[in-house]
Nanobody, 122 residues
Framework: QLVESGGGLVQAGGSLRLSCAAP????????MGWFRQAPGKEREFVSA????????YYTDSGKGRFTISRENAKNMLYLQMNGVKPEDTAAYYC?????????????????WGQGTLVTVSS
């Protein structure tokens, strides 16, 4: 079970830090990812991190603005979002990869949280 938090209303140019708790999961064995879904749009990849934090991946729109990280000792995943834009408005979901690696494909993830809503005002 994954539980996201940290969403909310923020002005363009501001920052948010999303968190994902993964109690009861052998967290350190799996890659993790963040995806988002805006109203009327399909879910899309945002960022991912391997089990050991040795590899991180970002969508082009997030590079230089978003930072993914994890604390395996606490079973926690984070997404630091800086310089947010109105187009970042969406429900953000964390997900567990089926393996230690992390990919951009949602089909490679088998456990999902309920989402946390991020709204960026212009």
């Amino acid at each position: 079970q994954l539980v996201e938090s940290g969403g909310g209303l923020v002005q363009a140019g501001g920052s948010l830090r999303l968190s994902c708790a993964a109690p009861g999961l052998t967290f350190s064995r799996y890659g993790m990812g963040w995806f988002r879904q805006a109203p009327g749009k399909e879910r899309e990849f945002v960022s991912a991190i391997t089990a050991s934090s040795g590899g991180t991946y970002y969508t082009d729109s997030g590079k230089g603005r978003f930072t993914i990280s994890r604390e395996n000792a606490k079973n926690m995943l984070y997404l630091q979002m800086n310089g947010v834009k109105p187009e970042d408005t969406a429900a953000y979901y964390c997900a567990t990869s089926r393996a230690a690696d992390a990919t951009t494909r949602s089909s490679d993830y088998n456990y999902w949280g309920q989402g946390t809503l991020v709204t960026v005002s212009s």
